[in-house]
């Protein structure tokens, strides 16, 4: 019921009505909700018909940016936790 | 990356490898908990998603979900499902909701039952879809139930200002959208449940802002993280709350920074406030009566309130549950659904006995279809 989905701002007509792109999916929206301009090209949040809100591309971006991060110091993390186990194995055969 | 795609918004939030990554972060930092955590996520869309994506077993066991009453159709008493069903049996009446309360049961009967009798009742897309439906019907009443917290609010002011700017007569409002602090304060006031944490969901707060969540960190001592639906933001959501609780803080912080502000949409709150106002009393399903939990419409807007138009035929004593259905109990955090003996026997998707497993974001409905009973 909460829900809410990202869309792309593709024309905006004179009723104040917008046609949004929803993952290809095309729809109308109403932009009455919206307090700020919004243009073609913008990210806004969809739910029930209406735009509730613009979505910010920099902190969207900055929160994937976190995320790469963390991915990459747990790889890391985990690559040295696998060679920590070879060094201390005393079972092994060869040199 | 440095420009934005619509994909990224989707599968970003959702990646695999990245979920896994940062569930092992928290699994790391949460060792260092003095207690363990016991996390109410307040809205059903939140408990959908830790089902769906299965986090709470990629989790320490020493944080733990507390589902909350965040599911605007599982709250809806009987006796208010039971007004939907009079007003759609009014003589020369469309009777128009939103999705999932279609299906709920009443006291006796439920709109698809009332339907499939030859009823005229529409579950719409959009509340905005009302408005050619009162003009392709003169002749008839048509009665949107208007359902919703308030993420879904606006949308309902936003058709009552068409309504008056175009002069139309025939449409009229039932208005149960309700509130999620005074649900939460009522929960925390009943004491029960052990809940040392709140994750709050962000559409809410694109709406009414953050500022909604402010005085929980003080009054009740728990960290409040208003949180996005997509796994990666729950997940990162739980990294901000272990983090608070390991640094002895306790404050309200927004983790879904790409839409909540602390103000919300000032627009949409001044639409809100000029068409409804707060409701003395309104009874939620399983919690009881919560003063100034709900909204009303005004008395300016009388002539469109289908609760005065109609107050003679709606009945007014609330109703229980069936004794053997715990949604009540599941509401205020003091039950899972597997712990009600007909989860999934007697009361399943199909053929519910509670509203919490006819929605979609009721917890009975996520356990039903992502945990293997």
């Known amino acids: 019921m909460c829900l809410s989905i990202p869309s792309k701002i593709i024309e905006i007509d004179e009723d104040n009505m917008a046609t949004v792109d929803t993952m290809g999916i095309k729809r109308q929206v109403s932009l009455d909700l919206m ?41 890391e993390e985990e690559r040295r936790q696998v060679v920590e186990s070879d060094d201390n194995c005393d079972n092994r055969s060869g040199a | 990356m440095s420009e934005l795609r619509l994909k990224d918004l989707y599968d970003g939030f959702r990646d695999p490898e990245t979920i896994r990554a940062l569930a092992r972060r928290i699994t790391e930092e949460a060792k260092t908990l003095k207690e363990p955590l016991y996390i109410m996520e307040v809205c059903g869309g939140h ?45 020369n009446a469309i009777l128009l909701t939103l999705g999932d309360m279609i299906r709920v049961p009443g006291s006796k009967s439920s709109l698809s039952v009332e339907r499939a009798k030859g009823y005229d009742i529409r579950a719409l897309y959009s509340p905005m879809d009302a408005i050619k439906i009162a003009l392709e019907n003169p002749d008839k009443k048509v009665i949107f139930f208007a359902i919703g917290f308030e993420t879904t609010t606006p949308m309902t002011a936003a058709l009552l200002a068409q309504v008056e700017k175009r002069g139309i007569t025939n449409l009229y409002f039932h208005i149960n959208h309700v509130l999620v602090p005074p649900a939460v304060d009522a929960i925390m006031a009943d004491g029960q449940a052990k809940i040392n944490a709140f994750i709050g969901p962000a559409h809410v707060s694109v709406i009414s802002g953050a500022k909604i969540y402010l005085p929980l960190p003080k009054k009740y001592s728990t960290p409040v993280v208003v949180s996005g639906f997509e796994p990666l933001d729950v997940l990162e959501s739980i990294l901000m709350i272990v983090r608070q609780k390991n640094e002895n803080r306790c404050e309200m912080e927004i983790q879904y920074t790409r839409s909540v502000t602390l103000e919300g949409n000032i627009k949409a709150q001044t639409m809100i406030a000029k068409f409804m106002k707060p409701r003395d ?58 712990d009600c003996k007909v989860f999934g026997s007697a009361c399943t998707p199909n053929k519910p006995m509670g509203s919490c497993m006819v929605s979609s974001e009721g917890a009975c409905n996520a356990y039903y279809r992502y945990a293997e009973v």
Request: negative net charge; proline residues 5%; contains cysteine.
């Open chain 2, 281 to 338: 009393h309104f009874r939620w399903r399983g919690i009881g009566d919560i003063l100034d939990s709900a909204l009303e419409l005004r008395e300016e807007y009388a002539a469109y309130d289908a609760e005065k138009i109609f107050a003679d035929i709606l009945p007014t004593e609330p109703i229980d549950d069936h004794k053997l259905c715990i949604c009540g109990t599941i509401l205020k955090g003091l039950a899972k659904p597997n």
């Open chain 1, 35 to 75: 307090a700020d301009e919004v243009g073609i090209g913008d990210y806004i949040l969809i739910h029930v018909g209406f735009a509730m809100n613009r979505i910010d591309e920099a902190e969207a971006l900055q929160s994937l940016e976190t995320y790469k991060e963390i991915l990459e110091a747990m790889e």
């Open chain 2, 47 to 91: 408990t959908h998603t830790i089902m769906k994506y299965g986090l709470k077993q990629l989790l320490p066991k020493n944080i733990d979900f507390i589902h909350g009453p965040g599911c605007p159709v599982c709250i809806m008493p009987k006796e208010r499902i039971d007004h939907a069903i009079v007003l759609a049996q009014v003589e």
